[in-house]
Nanobody, 121 residues
Framework: QVQLVESGGGLVQPGGSLRLSCVAS????????MGWYRQAPGKQRDLVAR???????NYADSVKGRFTISRDNARKTVYLQMNSLKPEDTAVYYC???????????????WGQGTQVTVSS
């Protein structure tokens, strides 16, 4: 099986910064796209940022210029650096990875358990 574990969430004041990490482990042959999503109470889960295995990125308009996604393929880890945080960034943040498991030929999406980010004074 494959597990994704996020860390780095917490409470931060408006204008502050946080760095989220997500580590993948298990029976992994290859990880393709990795991404961060967020879900605020009563709202749907939306894409925040996504990064390909080659390093190509795309961002939600609401976070462009403030958030940066990166990955370390050797460590099977994706990061989200969040700067200039706003109260509207408050949500549970989830990572997702497209994984080809060892011995299989299909890609499956796996999700982490989520980490809470709260932006408040």
């Amino acid at each position: 099986q494959v597990q994704l574990v996020e860390s780095g969430g917490g409470l931060v004041q408006p204008g502050g910064s946080l760095r989220l990490s997500c580590v993948a482990s298990g029976s992994i042959f290859r990880i393709n796209d990795m991404g961060w999503y967020r879900q605020a109470p009563g709202k749907q889960r939306d894409l925040v940022a996504r990064i390909t295995s080659g390093g190509g990125t795309n961002y939600a308009d609401s976070v462009k210029g403030r958030f940066t996604i990166s990955r370390d393929n050797a460590r099977k880890t994706v990061y989200l650096q969040m700067n200039s945080l706003k109260p509207e960034d408050t949500a549970v943040y989830y990572c997702k990875a497209g994984v080809v498991r060892a011995g299989l030929f299909a890609e499956y999406d796996y999700w982490g358990q989520g980490t809470q980010v709260t932006v408040s004074s």
